[in-house]
Structures are given as structure tokens and as C-alpha cells.
């Protein structure tokens, strides 16, 4: 038995549904589910993304059994309509548009109007009644086909229809007649046989399969691929093609067609946003060719731009039922198209809508409020990464005051999707790369964006269009990818050619500084500093009240769902008092990594631990060390203060000696002259402490074995610490922690002398501290060999930056010479410094868990490498059973929800 591989919808049945989201792709199981809901959507087929799994894997052929069900489903599609595909009289015309089964913006190719030709056009102007909607929709097949299946400039065709409009004193494209497309027609197929050397097709079946392959084809195009990669989208999902009847929102001044969210995608405020445009197609409304008109009279702000609601008040009322029936069927807010076709409602889409952090966290809370949906499902609503934007600057408030008084105040558009973004203007998307590959920042001016934009978009620091609304290409790209963004500012003049923009009587040229709200909406002259987040201002400098921020309690209240459900501990990374309290505000319960080295390098250290270093005995080292004792002792009584009643690990020294040293000449001989040493001893020091491979020589405990009154003063400086706090009534649980460990006996050798050191302290003291001694695992060998290391460690932290460079062989401060070459050919997916390559790293990783845990069941077993803010490998960490997680206090967010979206996908017995 053949498989099937196309899925009919019409006529109020439909073979697919919402659950078939993998196979029918989004478009296709959201119309056959609208289908099914009784709701008015014109008939079709899908064909299924197997059959494009299939196309690439066998060398761009079809299965068999492909071109007899597309035959089937042409003919059951041409009985519900009542009309015949390519038929003179009573033409069928077509759509065929993509659908992976997550939303991929503009990223793939639609081809409308398909099966027009020189025979079934007068047949649709009998139809009709309407000669220039006709040539209309005739011209805009040949330039969609053209571009997509024929690979043909389109800009060759718009810039025949620029000089039409001119030559006819026309403004926009509505204003031109019948005559005049007529004419274009003709202009479009000469472009077409001198670039292609062949006519335009003519036969509706070759523009079927070829619209179709196109589709296909366009799953591999260098947008779609940018766009996958940025969105960690599998390249193996491919694309199903939708073919759909065609209804005309541009046949007069009775139809229309539309884009809309059932609520506010960059606030998330529950009111029905969109925007629509009467006689004219889909494309029109995304492209930003014309400016939109609101759908709803609340949101009317410009009376020549009268609201749906006022100008097609019945197709209104219809629309608003349809919306909010939706939004209870998915409860989610929904993103849809629709078309208005001589008075009449169609839909022609539904999908989860893109919005922006801020707006996520609303939405999740507030539908939680109205019942819609449960905490679990709140909170797996919001991507972890996207609180990133909730924490991201803004501008600040006085500077941007004085700017707009100095009149820098260039415009005001639509605000699209907020955020504070500043940099030099560029005008063209690789501008915009390259300013990025040479650390400056930019901020990308287009008319209006397109897919090709893609890459310059993600490099740039925000988004700036002259056209287009809130539905509009760069709007819902930019909201996806958490940019500021300010549409449709039609004071621009913007001039690819020069590079350069007017607005207002000014002229900006590349390279100029701007500064845009995306909150907003304002264009400002120049640069702003920006200030914190509304969330920070709140949390962290207490500048703003709770009750007077939506936001912050929006915030708060997700986040303390996330820690009902939440079984895996969230840390954080903190080597000074500052940072240990804001990442407690944040939410977190410890510090899963001190690093004392960093302590070091404070100036007023430097020179006690050089002295040291230069020191020709131990007794030479120990009198150095006094005297950074008390500074350390100091640096860990704010930190344990900080902290009281959590966790404190602390690493001892852990880089090599000779980072301490200065390298050039001139440095040492500046040097020998502060310290009052011969330059010779000093250079000769600094010779004998380089190593061929430093990462992998005398660092971590091998210094602290050698050199052992190192770890003797550190271990002072913590016990003498908590003891003194401890008096003061602060809770301290201190936990040492010895780095690069790759034998027990390693850890053994070190331990002895922490142990020693606490036992001396408390005596003195006699106050007794409960501590930990454990190690960091960043070797193969000790996860190999966890077993026997956990007789001796009382925690594991994993330190996955060495520990995957261990495992790889790489070095990450050379990898970037070939990880990106790696990720464009496939043989990785993703940069194992981001995320935790769990197949590899991963799994040494279990071995270790594993065998540490069998030795010592209470073992307590983290990671505090930078992988800790990274949500997939938070979601690893609980999988194989850790108790917490460590990163940098302005990411303990992003674990916090993380570590509970994989309690809630993968719940465990043990917990944190």
C-alpha cells in the first residue's frame, strides 16, 4: 500500500488536525483543525514534510505515488470550489505556500495567483466583473513565480512598475488600471525570456510543480538555514507545501485582507491587534509596501486610516468571534490571516504567535488568571533565553530627556519590539556583519526588511524600517529575536545608492550614530547611555516599587512557579559581595563558584602575590601570603555575609603562577624597579614559570601540592572568615573546592591540609563550621575515576569549559578558527561551549555522576562551568540527576525557569 503523503481539507472535513503538527507542518494541521472547527477556510491539500525528508534524501526526487495523490486532491479541491484548474472559463487558481512545523517567518517562498495564463485570464475577468483586478493579480504571479521558480531578479519587474507609476502620476500601485498591468504583463515576460532565454509557462500544471519544488527547495535556501540555526531549528524537519484555493482580497473596494494577534504580541496586553489593507493581497500587508490600517477602532490612530471595524463592520463582528474562539480552542495567543474576498470572510492561517519576552510573561500569567491554561503550562510557554530582554538596558531616562529637548528627536514610528538599541547607521545588511566581526555596534535602516535581510538583522544592535506596520517582516523577526525595532517611520528618506537617509531637513550618512526605542517608537539623533531594565531598577537599585511595576510582578510571579516545580538548585557564579547579593535577589540559593584568583589582581595585591611568586623558599612564600591573607579573609567575609544560610563553594588558586607575571621587557624591567629586584631575576622567574601547554600544566591542585602554603592561606582566610561572620549570627556554609583534580590522591593530598588548617581555626576560635571539601571535575580521568575520588570528595562540581576541552582535544580560545566552519558543514550542530555536547562530554559526565553516587550516595554533584545559564544544558544537568546548577547572577533567571520546564517534561524521584 502506497503511503500517504497528501492530507485534503474543505468543506467543513478535514483528513489532518492540530495533533499532526510533525507531518502537516504548522500551516497545514492549523487549517486542517480551522477546517474541522467549522471555520469559513478555503479548501486545499497538504503535502506532507515526509515527502521533503524524502526529495533530499533521494537526490531531489519525488516517492512514488506523489503526482496520483496531488492528482486526487486537485480534483476534490476543483469539486468543492466549482471551479476547474486551468480551465478558459471557469479558471481554479492557486496557492502554494510552505509550512514547516515551526513558524519560520518570510524564511521559505509562497507562490499565489498560480494557473493564471493567456487562456484562463479572461475567463477570471468574466468571473469577476473586474479587468484590473484581473491583470492585477496576473502580474503579480508572473513576479512571484519568476523570483521563486525561475530565479529571476524582482527588483528588474518593481522597478518597471516605478516607472509606471511615474509615468502615470500614480502614488501607489492601487492607482494604476487595467491598461496600465496589462502593459507590465507584457514587460515582465520579455524580462523573463532575455533572463531565462524561454517564455514564461503557460501550462498550470508545470507552474504546479514547479511552484511546488520551489517550496521544497527553498527549506535549503541561505535564509531558511540562517534562520534554523539561530532558532536551533533541526534541518532534517523539512518543509511541508500547502496548495490552497485562492480568494482575492484584492477584487475592489469590498475585500480586503489582514494580519492579526488575538492579543498585544510586544506588551502582551489582552486587546485584538492587527493591522489590514483593503484591495490588495497578503504579501502587501507583510511587505510594508503600502501603510496598513488598524483593524480595531481602539487602535485607530490616524482618522485617514479608518479601522476594519468602522469600514467592514459585519466582516468585523465575524472576525472578532472567530479570534477569540481560537484563542480558547489553542489557549495561546494566536497569530492569523485572513482575506475579505467581495465582502466575504475566509482564513487563511492560524499559528502561535511570536512575541516578545515581556509580552510572554504577561500572557502566561494573566491566562492563568482567566483559567486558560495551568502554571506547568505557563511556564513552558516562555523561552528561558528570552528573559534576556526582560534584564536588557534601556535608555536612560534624563539623557534621553535632554536629547529630545536639544531636538535629536529625528521621528517616531511604530514600536515594534522594545529594548533600547544604539550604533553607527548602516544601510545594507553585510554593513552590518562586518561592523559586528569588528566589535562596533549598528543598527540596520532599511525601507523594508526581506527574508535576505535575515543575517544583517541578528548582527544588528536594533531595526529601523521607513515602511511597513506592526505585521509587517521586520516586526515579527525582530519581536522573534528579541531586537528593538521601530517600524514604519515614514519621515525617513532613505537612500541605498548614497548610503544615507534624510528626515526632517537632516541628512545621516553610514557611520553616523543613532539611537532608536523600541518601546517607544523614537529615532534620536546620536548616542544615549542606557540605564537597567525596569526588572533591575526594581530588584537590584530599588529605584522602583514593586506594585508599580506590571512587568517585575509579572516576573515574580512566574519565577516563584518556577521554583515550585523546579527539582534541580540554582547558584550562581560570584567572586565579590556586589555580585553574590544581586544574584540572591535574582533567586539564587548559593554560590557554586567563587574564583579567589580574581581577587589577585587587584592592584593593591598584585605586588604581595609577585613577591610571593619571587620568593626563593616556602617560609619566603608564607610571609608574602600574610599579607594577602587578611584581604582574602576580608573578600570572604562579605561573600559569606552576602550569602547567609546558603552554600558557598570556593575554589582554591587555580591558574598558573606566571598569569601573575608581566611578559614584555618593558613590563618587567617597570616591574623590577616597583619591587626593588634585579630585572634579570625578574625575567628569568618569568622564563621558568612558561609552559609549552598551560592549561594543562602546574595549575590547580598541582600548584597547591607543590607549593602547599597557597592552599594553607586560603583555607585560613575561609575558616578565620566564617568564624568571625558566624559570631555576628550569619548562617555560613562554606564548601572548598580543589580544581583540576585527575587523582584521588590529589584531592587526599589537599584535602589533609584543609582539614588540618579548619581543625586549627576552630580550636583557636572555638566556634565549630560545618564544611565540604570536594573537587571540580574538569579531567575525563577523575569522571573515570569518580568512583574512587568520591571516597574521598564530599561534592562534585563539573567545570564544563576545561572539562569539553578535555574531551574534545580543543582549545577554546582557538576553536573559533574552525567551530563556525564546523557548524556551516554540519559536523556539529552546535558550539560545545554553549551547550553541553551530551553524547561526548555528556556522558563522561554520567559516568561520573554515576560512579560518584555509588560510592557515596549523598554526594553532592553540580556544575559550574559557563554551561549552567544555558537552558538545554540545565534541562541535561536534571536529566542525569544533578542536585544544582551555577552560572552568573544576571542568567540565574534563565536557569530558575529552566530547571523547571525540565522538571515538568522530565520529573525525577530525586530532588534538589
Avoid at 89 to 114: C, E, F, W
Avoid at 563 to 588: C, H, I, Y
Amino acid at each position: 500500500m502506497t503511503k500517504k503523503y497528501v492530507y485534503f481539507f474543505g468543506a467543513g472535513k478535514a483528513e489532518g488536525n492540530s495533533r499532526m503538527r510533525n507531518l502537516l507542518g504548522g500551516k497545514g494541521c492549523d487549517l486542517a483543525e480551522m477546517t474541522n472547527l467549522k471555520i469559513p477556510v478555503p479548501a486545499g491539500f497538504t503535502i506532507t514534510t515526509e515527502v521533503c525528508t524524502a526529495y533530499y534524501a533521494n537526490k531531489k526526487k519525488y516517492p512514488a505515488g506523489l503526482k496520483e495523490q496531488i492528482k486526487k486532491g486537485l480534483a476534490k479541491l476543483e469539486k468543492v470550489m466549482g471551479a476547474k484548474f486551468g480551465d478558459p472559463k471557469n479558471p481554479l487558481l492557486l496557492s502554494v505556500r510552505s509550512g514547516a512545523r515551526v513558524s519560520m517567518p518570510g524564511m521559505m517562498d509562497t507562490i499565489l495567483n498560480l494557473g493564471l495564463n493567456e487562456k484562463t485570464l479572461p475567463g477570471l475577468i468574466e468571473k469577476s466583473g473586474d479587468e484590473r483586478f484581473a491583470y492585477d493579480s496576473y502580474r503579480r504571479f508572473i513576479q512571484m513565480y519568476s523570483d521563486v521558480v525561475l530565479g529571476v531578479d524582482r527588483e528588474k519587474m518593481e522597478e518597471w512598475i516605478r516607472k509606471k507609476k511615474k509615468q502615470k502620476g500614480a502614488k501607489l500601485d492601487i492607482d494604476l488600471s487595467a491598461v496600465d498591468w496589462k502593459d507590465l504583463v507584457g514587460e515582465f515576460k520579455e524580462i523573463v525570456r532575455q533572463e531565462t532565454g524561454k517564455p514564461f509557462p503557460d501550462d498550470p500544471q508545470k507552474q504546479l510543480w514547479g511552484a511546488i519544488g520551489a517550496v521544497f527547495e527553498s527549506w535549503d535556501n541561505p535564509r531558511a538555514i540562517t534562520y534554523r540555526k539561530l532558532n536551533k531549528i533541526p534541518g532534517n524537519w523539512g518543509t511541508a507545501v500547502n496548495v490552497q484555493a485562492m480568494v482575492f482580497g484584492n477584487m475592489g473596494g469590498e475585500s480586503a485582507t489582514g494580519v492579526a494577534f488575538t492579543r498585544d504580541p510586544a506588551t502582551g496586553e489582552k486587546v485584538f491587534f492587527g493591522e489590514f489593507l483593503p484591495n490588495a493581497q497578503g504579501e502587501d500587508v507583510v511587505a510594508g509596501i503600502r501603510t496598513p490600517q488598524p483593524i480595531s477602532l481602539a487602535r485607530q490612530t490616524d482618522a485617514a486610516l479608518p479601522s476594519m471595524e468602522e469600514t467592514f463592520p459585519k466582516v468585523y463582528e465575524e472576525l472578532d468571534k472567530i479570534y477569540q474562539g481560537l484563542e480558547k480552542h489553542y489557549k495561546d495567543m494566536q497569530d492569523i490571516e485572513f482575506t475579505v474576498q467581495q465582502g466575504r470572510l475566509w482564513m487563511l492561517q492560524t499559528r502561535t504567535g511570536k512575541r516578545t519576552a515581556f509580552a510572554a510573561l504577561r500572557i502566561a500569567a494573566e491566562m492563568v488568571e482567566e483559567k486558560l491554561i495551568d502554571q506547568k503550562t505557563a511556564l513552558l510557554r516562555i523561552d528561558p533565553d528570552s528573559l534576556n530582554q526582560l534584564l536588557a538596558p534601556i535608555f536612560e531616562p534624563q539623557a534621553k530627556r535632554e536629547a529630545i529637548k536639544a531636538g535629536r528627536l529625528l521621528a517616531r514610528g511604530l514600536n515594534a519590539g522594545p529594548g533600547a538599541a544604539c550604533g553607527r547607521a548602516v544601510f545594507n545588511p553585510e554593513r552590518a556583519m562586518e561592523l559586528t566581526k569588528q566589535g562596533q555596534k549598528s543598527v540596520l535602516i532599511r525601507m523594508e526588511t526581506s527574508p535576505e535581510d535575515i543575517h544583517g538583522m541578528n548582527a544588528a544592535e536594533g531595526i529601523l524600517t521607513s515602511r511597513g506596520g506592526m505585521t509587517s517582516h521586520a516586526a515579527l523577526v525582530a519581536r522573534g529575536m528579541g531586537k528593538p525595532c521601530v517600524v514604519g517611520c515614514t519621515a525617513l528618506n532613505i537612500n541605498y545608492a548614497t548610503a544615507s537617509m534624510e528626515v526632517n531637513s537632516r541628512t545621516l550618512h553610514e557611520g553616523d550614530f543613532i539611537s532608536i526605542d523600541g518601546t517607544t517608537g523614537e529615532v534620536i539623533q546620536g548616542e544615549l547611555p542606557t540605564s537597567s531594565s525596569e526588572i533591575v531598577q526594581v530588584l537590584i537599585e530599588k529605584k522602583i516599587p514593586p506594585q508599580d511595576s506590571l512587568i517585575y510582578q509579572h516576573f515574580a510571579k512566574l519565577m516563584s512557579w518556577a521554583d515550585e516545580f523546579a527539582e534541580l538548585g540554582v547558584r550562581t557564579n560570584a567572586d565579590t559581595p556586589r555580585d553574590a547579593t544581586a544574584a540572591r535577589l535574582f533567586g539564587a540559593t548559593g554560590i557554586g563558584l567563587c574564583r579567589t584568583e580574581h581577587m589577585f589582581f587587584e592592584a593593591e595585591r598584585i605586588s604581595a602575590v609577585r613577591e610571593m611568586i619571587l620568593s626563593d623558599t616556602a617560609e619566603e612564600r608564607r610571609r608574602a601570603l600574610a599579607k594577602i591573607m587578611s584581604m582574602q579573609k576580608d573578600d570572604f567575609i562579605g561573600i559569606f555575609r552576602a550569602m547567609d544560610g546558603y552554600p558557598v563553594i570556593i575554589r582554591t588558586l587555580d591558574p598558573p603562577l606566571h598569569e601573575f607575571l608581566p611578559h614584555t621587557d618593558r613590563e618587567i624591567e617597570e616591574l623590577a624597579q616597583e619591587m626593588g629586584v634585579p630585572f634579570k631575576k625578574l625575567k628569568e622567574r618569568s622564563e621558568s614559570l612558561k609552559e609549552a601547554n598551560p592549561m594543562l600544566g602546574h595549575r590547580g591542585c598541582r600548584l597547591g601540592i607543590s607549593h602547599p602554603e597557597i592552599t594553607e592561606m586560603q583555607a585560613r582566610a575561609i575558616f578565620e572568615a566564617a568564624g568571625e561572620v558566624a559570631k555576628e549570627g550569619v548562617r555560613v556554609i562554606p564548601e572548598v573546592m580543589i580544581p583540576l583534580v585527575g587523582h584521588v590522591n590529589e584531592l587526599r593530598a589537599q584535602r589533609e591540609i584543609v582539614d588540618h588548617v579548619a581543625k586549627e581555626v576552630m580550636a583557636q576560635t572555638g566556634r565549630k563550621i560545618k564544611y565540604m571539601v570536594g573537587t571540580m571535575i574538569e579531567l575525563p580521568r577523575a569522571a573515570i575515576t569518580a568512583d574512587q575520588v568520591a571516597e574521598v570528595a564530599e561534592f562534585f562540581s563539573y567545570g564544563t569549559n576545561d572539562l569539553t576541552q578535555t574531551v574534545f582535544g580543543l582549545s577554546r580560545d582557538d576553536a573559533g578558527k574552525f567551530l563556525p566552519f564546523y557548524r556551516e558543514t554540519g559536523i556539529l550542530d552546535f558550539d560545545p561551549f554553549v551547550s553541553i555536547d551530551r553524547t561526548g562530554v555528556g556522558e563522561v559526565i554520567r559516568i561520573g555522576v554515576e560512579k560518584g553516587r555509588k560510592t557515596n550516595p549523598n554526594l553532592e554533584v553540580g556544575i559550574c562551568g559557563e554551561h549552567g545559564g544555558d537552558p538545554s544544558s540545565v534541562e541535561f544537568c536534571h536529566m542525569v540527576g544533578m542536585d544544582y546548577v551555577s552560572c552568573s547572577p544576571y542568567r540565574v533567571p534563565i536557569a530558575r525557569l529552566a530547571a523547571a520546564q525540565a522538571a515538568i517534561m522530565y520529573p525525577r524521584k530525586r530532588k534538589k
